[in-house]
């Protein structure tokens, strides 16, 4: 496994890389989530790239505490991440969630709590480029933990206080 | 006990203050909630931002029932948009 | 897209390639599940290959079917699919679908939907090769249509019939 | 009415029978159940796997309250392991 230090990358993410990481001849099933920029967010239209920025060494030590936490809730193989930082262009991943597990449902609903738990809790931002260059700050959310309600309704979005 | 502590700003907190770092006198101990309404005080025109960050210390997220003292520093977490 | 034909292959299933048919402006994530052949079973272990078959034209037609549907249900950008035929070595895909949509909950459902309803439905059959050449019929299960019930307890296993 | 028609074996029954496909004389019209049942009594050892297994007919499973008739053949999809 890659040193947690890697989970944020100034560099472009390598999907091939990330799969190789969570390789494991007890997996049968591994799922990879890629975050992409899209062209449009909420009433927004036109975006052309995005740019992160991080409080990094508290994102990468909650990040490797959300990675302990679904390891230890959800019997997988392996779990590894990639989370971008500096300006991302249309189309390329903004983060990258490997999952290797003997069984589908393992690594669906491992690389599910995954995600919407570093949205909730990684202090990282991100802002949105317009093809003027003019760019926005996502609204966002406060950060708290993702419940298990909340990634069970599978639509956890806008603001929720702990 | 009034105490001065060294506060860290990220992202849109950090631009609309034009500052990543002040230096703030607050009284301690204190709650997060606390915390938060001291800053909105200082800058009453980001206080909705204040208001929906969350307080870190030691690269975690304070507990928000918890009475925080012997701080020398926070940062702020304003509303959080990584994935 | 791909012709429908190209669904079921003969030949090695290329993760970068299928991922690349899926690729949208408008798709913010993207999910790319990937069964594997892995080194045991339900009562069996020292599995080193998989070996598949399938009756070609109606699995085809049903996974087309299969991929029409989800896509009717759920407003995802694009799925694309390939799944393999013959002979795969221990930890070679056997299987590869990829979703892109807007957001990452349409992504997921989608792809546990398209998994799901592969495995109760299409005609296709695999047979466990071990160290010393033998090979055993996977026990398998009766075709059927994947209930929303079963897809939502993730845990549909064994024989239901309809 | 008595009918021959043709039965297409796949798999792990393919293999059972020694025969892809064989000639089978049965009563029409007919459910799927009753298809299934007579190529079980032909072949009892067999027996639950076919009991297992599904009737499909121009590339669909056919639904099982139907009365089928005017077939010429049906292919039986024994228990499916695919993805």
Partial sequence: ??????????AALDREALRAEVSDPAAGAVLLFEGTVRDHS??????VALEYEAHVSMAVRII???????????????????????RVELGEPTILIAVSAAHRDEA????????????HEAPIWKREILRDGSGTWSKGCTAHRATEEEVKSQSAKGKVQI | MTQTIRVNYYAQLREALKTASEEVAVELPARERDILERLAALHPRQRDLFLASRVAVDEGYVNAQSLLDGLSGVDIISPISGG
Avoid: C, F, N, Q
């Fill in chain 1, 64 to 86: 490797a505490g959300i990675l302990e936490e679904v390891r230890g809730e959800i019997p997988v193989r392996k779990i590894a991440v990639r989370h971008r930082l500096g």
């Fill in chain 1, 108 to 119: 669906y609903r491992a690389s599910r709590a995954v995600i919407d738990r570093i949205k």
């Fill in chain 1, 1 to 10: 496994m890659a040193p947690i230090a890697d989970i944020l990358s100034a």
């Fill in chain 1, 42 to 47: 909420e009433g927004l239209t036109g975006v």
